[in-house]
C-alpha cells in the first residue's frame, strides 16, 4: 500500500519533468478531494434538493477530468507506456490512475446524457461512478510511505493477509456448521396465530395477532395460540417473509451471520422457541459464545499480532515512548526541604516582564490548586443546569440568566490567569507548552461564547471542555492519558483512516443505491454517511441491509448482502481490532525496559517481612513468656525460672560453628562454594534437628552432641532422608528451630561476609597464595563466641577454570595441527542448522568471555556472520547473573524467616497468640483433631496406568481438602433449590426449599466451627477471617442463618426483608471461596483495578463533557407531542386514535396505518420514554447507554427531528470517541493486565516465543501412522494410495459433496428427502471403503493408534447403522440419524486442514484454559438471576420486558441476562423495570406489585454489564490471543516451526517402530543422526555438539528410556538462543547444565583418548615383545639345524618345544649342547645380549629384523607390515648339507657387520 515510485522522492530540480514537480502532485491530491465531493453531491435527490449542484459538479468533473488525462499523457510521455526503465503500465499505481481516469470520463459522459434527458434522472446507470470515490487514495498515500525495503513490507503484508484469509475460512467453516445445523433443526418459519376461519392466501393486518406471533402446529412442542385463533401457515413469497431464516444453506449462513453480530438474534431465537420446542434455544447461545465470543475475537488476535510486527519493523518510526514533558529544559537537584529533589531548570525559556514575585507565585503549588479549584467549581454550577416540564419555563429562564453571569465571571477569570502566564514567562515561552496552546485555545472559545450571538451553540464544546483540565490534578491519570493518547502518530493515523474508509464507503454505498427512490438511507450523502457510520457500530446494521434488499429486489439481493457483510466484517472487525492492536501497542513496554522490570519484580517477590495488622496487635501488649524450671541440671542453689528455648542457644551456636568449621574445609572452587551457599540454610535446620529435645521436655540434659555432615550431600539416599525427616517435623518443633536459628543471626551474617570473600579471592587467584590469604582472612573474622574460624583449604584443582581453559587450548592446537596436516576436512555446509548455530554462538560467547582480546575480536566476527539479521547480545557475566538470583533468593528465604521468627516471638512471649478463641492451645487435641479434619486432602501416591483424562481427574480431586468438596457440592445444590424460587413458589411456604436451606445452614455450620477451631477466627495466622473470602463466608452464614430463623411470611417491596433476601442471593459467589483456581480469576482482577479506574474516569470526563454540552443545548427541547401531528406544546390536548404496530412483515398495506389496528389514547406532552437531557444525571444515563452502543440511533433521530440535522453530529461523534477509543480501552487495559498478573507482560518477543514454544512442544504427540508394509503386496498398494495427497484430497472432497445434502431439510413428506438420502447412502459406502483399505493397509492395531482413524470408524459405524434404519423405517427418526451421522462426519474436516487444525486448537485450548472464567461468569449470572427474582420477578411487561424476556423465574432471568450480555436492548429492558404509579400498582408484599424500583434497576443492569460485558469477556479475547500466538505462529518467526517439528515427528516414528514414545538413548543416537534440514547435526563439524547432546539426556534420564518430549525439548534448548529467550533463573539452570555436561564430555574424552593412547603403547610393546621372542627361536632354530645337522628327532622336538614355551636364549643354548653331545658352539655366550642391542636399535630407527628364505635374518631398513601376534615363520629344521659352508660363512659375515657397527 506505501508508494514506490521513483519520481515521490524528487525535487524540485532543473531535470525534473513538470508531472513530478511538488506542486503538481500537491495540486491533484487536492483535486482527488474535490472528485470525491463532487461524486457525492452526484445524486437525483441531491439535486432535487439543490439544482444549481447539478452544474457545478458537471464543469467541475470537466476540469478534473482534463487535469488528470493531462497527467496521465504526461507521465505516458516521460516514462514510456510499454518501452522503458519504469513503463507507465507496468507501475501498479500508474494503472490505478489511468483506471480513475476512464471512471471519470465515464461519469463526464453520463452526466451529459443525464442533462440532455436521454437517461432518467433515477437510473441504476449510477453504479458507473461507485469507482471514483477510490481516487481518494492518492490523497493519503503518500502517508503510508514507510523506510523500508519493498521485500520486507511485502513479506508482512503477505503474512497479514494470509493470517487473515485462514481465519475468514475458519469463520465460513463455523457459518457452514451452524448454517446446516439451522436448517436441519428449524427450516422454515411459517406458521402463526391468526383468527379462526383466515385462509393461508388473505391474511391481512387485522387477522393476525397483536403483536404478530410465530406459533407451532403440533402440540406441546412450541406456542399455542389463544382462544379464538389458530396456527396457520400464512404462504407468503420469500421477499415477504424476508431474507433471514432457516430455509435452505443459503438464507441460514445469512441468518447465522448476523445472529454471530449480536445484532437482532435474541428476535430470531423467539421465532424458533415459539415454533419448535424450547430446547433447540440452546442452539443460539453456542452460536454466540464459540461464533461471536470466540471466532470473531480470533481476528482481533491475528490484527494484534501482525501489529506486533509492523511495530518491530518500523521501530525507528515509532521510536519515541517518552513520559509527559512539563517544562523544557534541563533538571537539577536541590534540597526541597522533605530531601533531595529533580527540579526543572529552564535556562534557554526567555522570561517575562513580569516581577520576581509573580514569577514565584507562577510556580507555586497554591496557585494551581486554585486554578484546579475554579475549574472544577465551574464545572459543578454547570452540572447544576437543570429543566422541568412540570414547572414554569420563566423560572428556568431566570436560571440560565443567573448561571451565564457566573459562566461571564469564570471566562474572564481564565482569561486573566492566560494574560498573567504571558506576562510571567512571554509570549514565547507560553507557546512552547503543549498545556499553554490548549489553555489559550479554551481562553478564546470561551471568550466567543460568552457573546450572546454564540451563547448556547456549538462554542459551548469550548466551555464544557474546561473540566479536561482536572486531569493535571492527577499525575497516575495524566501519565496514562499520555501512554494512550501521546504517540499519537498511530492512533492519528488510524482515526484518519477510519474517516477516510467512511467517507469512501459511504460514497460508493451512494452511487451503488442513490437510483432506488424509496431508500431513504442512501438518498443523500449525509443519509449514506449515517447509515455506514451506523454499519461500523454494528447497531442496526441488519435493518439498513435488510431494507436495502428488500429495496433492490429479490435478484440482486443476494449480492446486497455479500456487500454489506464484507463491509460490515472489515470495519467491525478488522478496524475495531486495529484500534485495540493500537492500544496494546501503547500499553507494551520497551523490550529494555522489560528486563529492568522483570529484575525489579523478582526484588519485589516475596520479600515482605511485616506480619498482618491482626497479628502485630499482640505487641501492643506487655510480654508474658512461658517460663519453665530446669530440674536435672546438677546444682548448689536453687536455679531460677528460664524461657524454654533460651536453653538451646549456647548449644546451637557451637553446634552450627563447629559445622561451618567441617564445611570450610571442604571448598576448593567457586563451584562448591555456590552450591554450599545454597544449602546453608537448609543444613541450619538439619542441625536444628539435634536440638529439638528442648520443645518437647521440660529439664535439660547436658548431654554432647556429636554432628558429621558434609556441606553438599549429592546423594539421592542423604537428600531422601533429609526430605523424609524434614516431613516428620510438628508444627512446634518446626517454630523452635525458626526461634533458634535467628538468635543465632550474628553468625548468619558474619558467615556471608566471609563467603563474599571466599569467591573473591578464589576468582581472582589460583597459587598457593590463595590459601595463605583464606586462612589469614578467616582467622580475622571472629564469630560471637570468641572462637576463631580456621580453614585447611587444600591447594589442588583450586581453580578449575584454568585448567578448563588449558584443556580447551590443548584441544584447539589438536584440531588446528589435523587441519592444517590435512588429515581431517570437513566440507563447508551450505545451510547449516539451528543446532549448529547456536552451540557455535554459545563458544564464541565463552571465548568472548576468557580468551584474549585477538581471538575474541575473531569470536564476534564470527557470531555477527552468524546471523546478520538478528545479531546475539552479550548479555552481562554468568558471574554476575548468579550473584543477583542468589541475592533475591537469599531476600526471600531472610524475608521469610523473619516472618517466622517474629510469629514465634509473639507465640512464645504472648499465651493468647494462635490461640483459637483464646482457649484452644496449640497442642490441644480437639485442635489437632479439628485440624486433621480441616486439612484432610485426597493426594495421589501411587501412579495410576490411566490416560491423560484420569490424571486430570485425580489431579481435580487433590485442589482442595475434602471439607471444602463437600461444601462446594452442598453450596451447588443449595443453588439449584434456589432456582426453583419464584414470587409465587417463596422458601417461607414452601417445605421442599427449606429443608434445602436447613441442610446448607448446617453444613455450614459444622464447616465454620471446624475451620475456627482449627485456625482461629480473626487473631491468628491462618484464621478464618483474614481476607475478604472469611468476611464473605461469615456474612453469607449470617444471613442465611437469620432469614432462616426468620423465614418472614410478609417482605414488602423496599424493605429490610426484600434486603435480607438480596443478600442470600450471594450464595453462588462463595464457590469463588472455596475453589482456588476461581479465587485467583478474582485476584487478577481485583489488581487491576487502578487501570480499570483510570479507564473509567477518562470515560465519565467524556460522558461528563457531553453530557454538559447536551443539558445547555438540548434541555427542554426534545420533548413532542405523542401524536406526530401536533407541534406545539399548547395543542398537545385531548385524544387521538394510535395506530398498532403489528409486524414487519410486509403483509397488505404496511405504510397505510388505516388497515393497522388503532386505539384511542389521550395526547402527552413527555420526552422520549428512555432518555433526556434536561438534567446533568439524565444526560450521563442516556450517554452511558450510547456507550454501549445501544439505543444511540433513537437518540440520533430524535434530536435531528426535534432540534435540528446539523446536531447530529454531536451524538456522532461521542459514539466514534466512545466506541472506537473508550471500549477498546477497556479491552486493552483488561488484557494487559491480564499479561501482567500472568507474569507475559514482562517478557520480550524472543522470552513470549520460548514459552509458547514450550506448550506447544508439550502438546506435540509422535506419529500414529504405522511404517509401510514391507513388499509390494496388496496392503503396501493399499498403503500407498491411501497416503497419497490426491487421495486424502479427494476425501475431503467427498466430506464437502456429503454435507452439501443437508443444504435443506430432510422432511418425511418431502420429495427431496429420498433421493438425497440414497445419495448419502452411497457416500457412506464409499466412506466404509476408505476405512476398510486402511485396516488392510495398516492393520487394526496400526489403524487403531491415530485418533482420527479412531473418530472415522465411529462415523462409519454410525453411518452403516443408519443405512439399515434407513432402508427399513424411512422415518422422521432415521431422517435425524442421518443428519446426525453427516454433522459428525463434517467435523473430520478440520483434521484434514492443516490451518482449520491450528485455529480450532486455538479455540478448544482457549475454551479450556478459560473455564474458570466461564464458571466464574455463570456464577455471577447465576447470583443476578437469584436477585433479579427477588427485585423484578413479579414487574409488568412493558415494551422489551414480554413473556420471554422476564425475571419471573431464574432459568428465564438467566436467558435475559445472556441477553445483555450481547447488548441486545439491555437499557431498554432496565427502563421497563423502572417503572413506577401511576402505571403500575403498588402491593403489599413485593411478590403483590407489578412496580419497578428505579434504583435498584440502575446499580443492578449498569453493574451487570460493567462486570460481564465491558472485563469478563475481554479475558476471553485475552486467552485467545495468547494462545492464537501459541498455535499459529508464522513459520519465520516461530523457533521450531511446524515443519521443523513435523520432520523430527517422522524421523521418531522411523527408529520408533512399536509407536511406544520411548526409546533407550543408544536409539536416540540414530534419531539424532537421521534429523534433516534445521536440526540436522553433522558428524563430522558437529560432533562435540551431538556428544553433548548424549551426554545432556543420559545424564538427565540415568541412562533409563528417554520419551518423545524430553529429546525435543532437549533439541529447543539447543536450538535457540538462551541468552535472549530464556528467562534469568532458568538461563541460569540452563547454562550450570551445559557447563556440566561440557566439562563431563570433555574429561571423558580426554579419558577416551588417554585410554586409547595407552592401549596402542601397551599393543605397541606387546608386539614387539612377541616379534623379539619369535626372531629369538627362529634363529637358534637355524643354529640348531646349521650346528646339529644330525641330532635326533626327540632333541629337535624337545628345542622347538623349549622355542615355543619362549625360554631364554641361554637355556636354549644349553639345551641344544646337551642335543648336540656337548659340542661346543661358535658363538659367544653374549649372543643374545649383542642380538638384543642390535634390535632394540632397529627398533629406535624405524627397522624391523625380517625373517627371509632358507631361515636366515638379515638387517633391512624396510618398514615391512606388523607380524601378528603369536606368528612364527615357517623355518626349515634341518639344512641340506651342501649348504653349509655358504651358510656359516654368510653368518660370519653377519656377526662381523653386527660388532664393526658397534
Not at 421465532?271 to 464459540?290: A, C, G, L, N
Not at 434541555?1115 to 390536548?1133: F, Q, S
Request: proline share 4%; charged share 20%.
Amino acid at each position: 500500500m506505501a508508494d514506490f515510485r521513483p519520481d515521490e522522492n524528487l525535487t524540485n530540480g532543473v531535470d525534473v519533468q513538470w508531472v513530478s514537480k511538488p506542486w503538481v502532485r500537491n495540486l491533484l491530491r487536492g483535486c482527488a478531494l474535490l472528485s470525491v465531493a463532487s461524486v457525492s453531491m452526484n445524486t437525483p435527490a441531491t439535486f432535487q434538493q439543490l439544482p444549481q449542484l447539478c452544474f457545478l459538479t458537471f464543469v467541475l468533473d470537466i476540469m478534473l477530468t482534463l487535469l488528470y488525462t493531462t497527467e496521465m499523457m504526461g507521465k505516458m510521455h516521460f516514462r514510456g507506456v510499454l518501452k522503458g526503465d519504469n513503463p507507465y503500465l507496468k507501475d501498479h499505481w500508474c494503472l490505478f490512475d489511468a483506471t480513475m481516469v476512464l471512471c471519470l470520463w465515464v461519469s463526464v459522459v453520463l452526466q451529459v446524457f443525464e442533462l440532455s434527458g436521454y437517461v432518467e434522472e433515477f437510473t441504476p446507470l449510477s453504479i458507473l461512478r461507485c469507482p471514483r470515490p477510490l481516487i481518494m487514495i492518492r490523497t493519503f498515500r503518500i502517508y503510508l510511505k514507510f523506510q523500508l525495503p519493498r521485500a520486507r513490507i511485502t513479506t508482512i503484508v503477505k503474512k497479514s493477509s494470509g493470517q487473515i484469509w485462514s481465519v475468514s475460512i475458519f469463520l465460513l467453516f463455523f457459518l457452514s456448521l451452524y448454517g446446516i445445523l439451522g436448517v436441519q433443526l428449524f427450516g422454515e418459519l411459517k406458521y402463526h396465530c391468526v383468527t379462526n376461519g383466515t385462509q393461508p392466501g388473505t391474511v391481512t393486518l387485522e387477522s393476525l395477532a397483536v403483536p404478530d406471533t410465530y406459533c407451532s402446529p403440533h402440540p406441546g412442542s412450541g406456542y399455542s395460540c389463544p382462544e379464538g385463533m389458530e396456527c396457520v401457515d400464512i404462504q407468503l413469497k420469500r421477499s415477504q417473509r424476508g431474507y433471514s431464516g432457516f430455509d435452505e444453506f443459503g438464507s441460514s449462513v445469512f441468518t447465522v451471520y448476523n445472529a454471530a453480530s449480536q445484532e437482532g438474534w435474541v428476535f430470531i431465537m423467539y421465532k424458533t422457541i415459539d415454533s419448535f420446542p424450547e430446547w433447540r434455544s440452546v442452539y443460539f447461545f453456542s452460536m454466540i459464545f464459540f461464533l461471536a465470543w470466540l471466532v470473531k475475537n480470533v481476528f482481533i488476535a491475528v490484527i494484534v499480532e501482525t501489529f506486533a510486527d509492523i511495530r518491530v519493523q518500523f521501530k525507528e518510526m515509532w521510536q519515541f515512548r517518552g513520559g509527559p514533558t512539563t517544562s523544557s529544559g534541563i533538571k537539577i537537584v536541590q534540597e526541597q526541604g522533605t530531601g533531595w529533589q529533580l527540579v526543572a531548570l529552564n535556562t534557554r525559556c526567555p522570561r517575562g516582564l513580569a516581577p520576581q514575585v509573580c514569577q514565584y507565585v507562577l510556580q507555586s503549588s497554591a496557585f494551581h490548586v486554585m486554578m484546579m479549584l475554579f475549574v472544577l467549581t465551574n464545572a459543578v454550577v454547570t452540572a447544576t443546569i437543570q429543566f422541568d416540564l412540570h414547572r414554569d419555563t420563566e423560572e428556568y429562564e431566570r436560571y440560565r440568566d443567573l448561571v451565564y453571569a457566573i459562566e461571564v465571571g469564570f471566562t474572564v477569570l481564565f482569561d486573566l490567569e492566560v494574560v498573567f502566564k504571558v506576562w510571567c514567562v512571554g509570549l514565547h515561552g507560553y507557546w512552547k507548552r503543549s498545556l499553554h496552546k490548549f489553555e489559550l485555545i479554551l481562553a478564546i472559545g470561551t471568550t466567543l461564547h460568552i457573546l450572546p450571538v454564540f451563547y448556547c451553540s456549538q462554542l459551548t464544546y469550548f466551555q464544557v471542555l474546561r473540566v479536561v483540565r482536572l486531569i493535571k490534578a492527577s499525575p497516575s491519570l495524566e501519565d496514562f492519558c499520555y501512554k494512550i493518547f501521546g504517540p499519537g502518530k498511530k492512533l492519528g493515523s488510524l482515526v484518519l483512516f477510519t474517516m477516510s474508509l467512511l467517507v469512501v464507503a459511504s460514497a460508493v454505498s451512494l452511487q451503488l443505491f442513490c437510483f432506488i427512490p424509496t431508500l431513504k438511507a442512501f438518498t443523500t450523502f449525509p443519509a449514506a454517511l449515517m447509515s455506514m457510520f451506523q454499519i461500523l457500530t454494528q447497531e442496526g446494521w441488519v435493518e439498513v441491509m435488510d431494507h436495502t434488499m428488500w429495496a433492490v429486489g429479490e435478484t440482486y439481493a443476494p449480492l446486497v448482502a455479500v456487500y454489506f457483510i464484507l463491509y460490515h466484517m472489515f470495519t467491525a472487525v478488522i478496524v475495531v481490532s486495529l484500534f485495540v492492536a493500537v492500544i496494546l501497542d501503547n500499553l507494551e513496554l520497551d523490550e529494555d525496559l522489560k528486563k529492568l522490570k522483570q529484575l525489579k519484580a523478582r526484588e519485589e517477590v516475596g520479600t515482605k517481612h511485616k506480619l498482618p495488622l491482626r497479628l502485630r496487635v499482640f505487641e501492643k501488649f506487655p510480654n508474658k513468656p512461658h517460663m519453665i524450671k530446669p530440674s536435672k541440671l546438677p546444682a548448689d542453689f536453687p536455679l531460677p525460672k528460664i524461657r524454654q528455648v533460651d536453653l538451646c542457644i549456647d548449644v546451637s551456636r557451637s553446634l552450627i560453628l563447629s559445622h561451618i568449621h567441617h564445611c570450610i574445609s571442604q571448598i576448593y572452587s567457586i563451584k562448591c562454594l555456590l552450591r554450599w551457599q545454597e544449602v546453608f540454610l537448609d543444613t541450619l535446620f538439619d542441625v536444628s534437628h539435634l536440638i529439638l529435645y528442648c520443645s518437647n521436655v521440660t529439664s535439660l540434659t547436658c548431654e554432647p552432641v556429636k554432628y558429621d555432615r558434609y556441606c553438599y550431600c549429592n546423594s539421592p539416599q542423604c537428600k531422601q532422608h533429609i526430605k523424609q525427616s524434614n516431613k516428620q517435623e510438628t508444627k512446634k518443633q518446626q517454630n523452635t528451630i525458626v526461634k533458634v536459628l535467628f538468635l543465632s543471626g550474628r553468625v548468619m551474617k558474619q558467615f556471608m561476609e566471609w563467603t563474599a570473600t571466599v569467591r573473591m579471592l578464589l576468582r581472582k587467584r589460583s597459587t598457593a597464595q590463595d590459601t595463605k590469604a583464606l586462612l589469614s582472612q578467616a582467622k580475622k573474622d571472629k564469630l560471637e563466641h570468641g572462637k576463631l574460624l580456621t580453614c585447611p583449604v587444600q591447594p589442588r584443582t583450586i581453580n578449575m577454570r584454568e585448567k578448563k581453559e588449558r584443556v580447551t587450548e590443548e584441544i584447539r592446537k589438536c584440531n588446528d595441527i589435523k587441519q592444517s596436516s590435512g588429515l581431517s576436512v570437513t566440507p563447508a555446509s551450505t545451510s547449516p542448522s539451528l543446532l549448529g548455530i547456536q552451540h557455535q554462538i554459545r563458544a564464541d560467547r565463552r571465548s568472548l568471555r576468557h580468551n584474549t582480546n585477538k581471538d575474541a575480536k575473531k569470536a564476534l566476527e564470527r557470531m555477527k556472520d552468524t546471523s546478520q539479521d538478528n545479531p546475539p547480545t552479550l548479555g552481562y557475566r554468568r558471574d554476575a547473573k548468579e550473584m543477583n538470583i542468589k541475592l533475591l533468593h537469599q531476600k526471600r528465604q531472610q524475608a521469610e524467616l523473619k516472618r517466622k521468627v517474629q510469629e514465634e516471638e509473639l507465640r512464645e512471649n504472648h499465651p493468647y497468640f494462635d490461640t483459637p478463641l483464646f482457649f484452644l492451645s496449640e497442642n490441644s487435641k480437639l485442635r489437632l483433631i479439628c485440624k486433621a479434619i480441616v486439612y484432610a486432602q485426597y493426594s495421589k501416591t501411587v501412579p495410576t496406568k490411566g490416560g491423560l483424562l484420569t490424571n486430570r481427574i485425580h489431579k481435580l480431586l487433590g485442589i482442595v481438602p475434602y471439607i471444602d468438596w463437600v461444601m462446594i457440592i452442598i453450596t451447588i445444590l443449595s443453588c439449584v433449590s434456589m432456582m426453583f424460587e419464584t414470587p409465587k413458589q417463596r422458601i417461607s411456604n414452601t417445605p421442599s426449599l427449606q429443608i434445602a436451606e436447613y441442610t446448607f445452614v448446617i453444613s455450614m455450620s459444622v464447616e465454620l466451627s471446624l475451620k475456627i477451631l482449627a485456625d482461629g477466627m480473626f487473631f491468628t495466622p491462618k484464621a478464618l477471617i483474614r481476607d475478604f473470602g472469611g468476611v464473605l463466608d461469615i456474612f453469607i452464614y449470617l444471613v442465611s442463618l437469620i432469614l432462616l430463623c426468620w423465614l418472614p411470611t410478609s417482605v414488602p417491596p423496599r424493605s429490610g426483608a426484600q434486603l435480607l433476601l438480596i443478600f442470600r442471593c450471594l450464595r453462588p459467589v462463595r464457590i469463588f471461596r472455596l475453589v482456588p483456581h476461581m479465587r485467583r480469576v478474582v485476584m487478577e482482577l481485583l489488581k487491576s483495578w487502578k487501570e480499570v479506574a483510570m479507564v473509567s474516569i477518562l470515560l465519565l470526563v467524556l460522558m461528563f463533557v457531553f453530557a454538559s454540552f447536551g443539558v445547555q443545548l438540548f434541555a427542554g427541547k426534545l420533548a413532542r407531542c405523542n401524536d406526530p401531528k401536533i407541534i406545539l406544546k399548547e395543542k398537545c390536548v385531548g385524544t387521538f386514535w394510535r395506530g398498532m404496530h403489528v409486524t414487519k412483515l410486509p403483509i397488505g398495506q404496511m405504510d397505510n396505518h388505516d388497515h393497522a389496528p388503532k386505539m384511542l389514547v389521550p395526547r402527552v406532552w413527555a420526552n422520549p420514554r428512555n432518555f433526556n437531557f434536561d438534567n446533568i444525571a439524565n444526560a450521563m444515563l442516556a450517554l452511558f447507554e450510547v456507550l454501549s452502543l445501544e439505543g444511540w440511533l433513537e437518540v440520533r433521530d430524535i434530536m435531528v427531528k426535534q432540534v435540528g440535522p446539523y446536531h447530529g453530529i454531536y451524538i456522532h461523534v461521542f459514539v466514534f470517541l466512545g466506541c472506537m477509543i473508550g471500549l477498546t480501552l477497556f479491552v486493552g487495559v483488561v488484557i494487559a493486565n491480564f499479561y501482567e498478573n500472568k507474569g507475559s507482560a514482562l517478557l520480550t518477543v524472543e522470552q513470549r516465543r520460548w514459552v509458547d514454544l514450550k506448550k506447544r512442544l508439550k502438546i506435540a504427540q509422535p506419529l500414529h501412522l504405522p511404517p509401510r508394509p514391507d513388499g509390494n503386496g496388496l496392503r503396501g498398494k493399499f498403503y500407498d494410495i491411501t497416503q497419497h495427497a490426491v487421495f486424502k484430497r479427494f476425501i475431503a472432497l467427498l466430506v464437502l459433496a456429503n454435507c452439501s445434502l443437508l443444504s435443506v431439510k430432510w422432511r418425511v413428506n418431502a420429495d427431496s428427502t429420498i433421493p438425497l438420502a440414497t445419495t448419502s447412502v452411497v457416500f457412506t459406502t464409499l466412506f466404509l471403503l476408505e476405512v476398510t483399505m486402511k485396516i488392510i493397509a495398516m492393520g487394526l492395531p496400526g489403524y487403531w493408534q491415530s485418533r482420527r482413524n479412531r473418530y472415522d470408524m465411529f462415523v462409519t459405524t454410525l453411518g452403516v447403522v443408519w443405512m439399515a434404519m434407513h432402508f427399513s423405517l424411512q422415518d422422521e427418526y432415521s431422517n435425524t440419524m442421518g443428519a446426525v451421522v453427516i454433522m459428525l462426519r463434517f467435523f473430520s474436516i478440520t483434521g484434514k486442514h492443516a490451518t482449520l487444525k491450528m485455529l480450532l486448537l486455538t479455540v478448544v485450548v482457549s475454551m479450556l484454559k478459560s473455564f474458570f472464567i466461564i464458571a466464574g461468569m455463570f456464577l455471577l449470572m447465576l447470583s443476578y438471576s437469584l436477585a433479579g427474582v427477588v427485585l423484578f420477578g413479579s414487574v409488568k411487561y412493558g415494551e422489551n420486558l414480554s413473556r420471554h424476556a422476564n425475571f419471573s423465574t431464574a432459568p428465564k432471568a438467566l436467558s435475559v441476562l445472556f441477553r445483555m450480555i450481547t447488548g441486545e436492548d439491555w437499557n431498554k429492558i432496565m427502563h421497563d423495570c423502572m417503572i413506577s404509579p401511576p402505571i403500575c400498582t403498588v402491593g403489599r408484599n413485593y411478590w403483590e406489585t407489578d412496580c419497578g424500583n428505579s434504583t435498584a434497576a440502575l446499580f443492578f443492569f449498569c453493574s451487570f454489564y460493567i462486570i460481564i460485558a465491558y472485563i469478563m469477556l475481554n479475558l476471553l479475547v485475552a486467552i485467545i490471543l495468547e494462545n492464537f500466538s501459541l498455535f499459529y505462529s508464522g513459520e519465520e518467526d516461530a523457533l521450531i516451526s511446524y515443519s521443523d517439528l513435523h520432520n523430527f515427528q517422522i524421523t521418531w516414528s522411523m527408529v520408533d517402530i512399536n509407536r511406544r514414545g520411548v526409546l533407550p538413548v543408544r536409539k536416540v543416537k540414530f534419531v539424532l543422526r537421521l534429523l534433516r534440514g534445521r536440526q540436522e547435526v553433522d558428524l563430522e563439524k558437529d560432533k562435540l555438539l551431538f556428544k553433548h547432546m548424549i551426554h545432556e539426556l543420559e545424564r538427565l534420564h540415568n541412562g533409563e528410556d528417554v520419551t518423545f518430549h524430553e529429546v525435543l525439548i532437549m533439541l529447543a534448548y539447543r536450538s535457540v538462543d538462551i541468552s535472549k529467550c530464556l528467562q534469568l533463573e532458568e538461563l541460569l539452570a540452563r547454562e550450570e547444565l551445559e557447563y556440566v555436561i561440557e566439562e563431563e564430555v570433555a574429561k571423558q574424552t580426554i579419558r577416551s583418548w588417554l585410554d586409547k593412547c595407552l592401549k596402542r603403547s601397551r599393543m605397541k610393546a606387546q608386539q614387539q615383545s612377541n616379534m623379539i621372542t619369535m626372531l629369538r627361536a627362529n634363529q637358534w632354530e637355524d643354529m640348531r639345524a646349521l650346528l646339529s645337522p644330525t641330532s635326533p628327532v626327540p632333541a629337535d622336538l624337545q628345542i622347538s618345544r623349549a622355542a615355543s614355551e619362549e625360554m631364554s636364549p641361554r637355556e636354549m643354548d644349553i639345551l641344544a649342547r646337551k642335543a648336540s653331545g656337548g659340542s661346543p658352539l661358535m658363538f659367544h655366550e653374549s649372543w643374545d645380549d649383542h642380538q638384543e642391542g642390535d634390535k632394540q636399535r632397529c627398533v629406535s630407527q624405524g627397522r624391523r629384523l625380517t625373517p627371509v628364505s632358507g631361515g636366515l635374518v638379515h638387517r633391512t631398513s624396510a618398514i615391512y607390515p606388523r607380524i601378528s601376534l603369536g606368528h612364527r615363520p615357517n623355518v626349515t629344521r634341518r639344512a641340506p648339507f651342501y649348504a653349509t659352508s655358504a651358510i656359516v660363512s654368510e653368518v660370519t659375515d653377519w656377526w662381523k657387520n653386527t660388532h664393526s657397527q658397534k
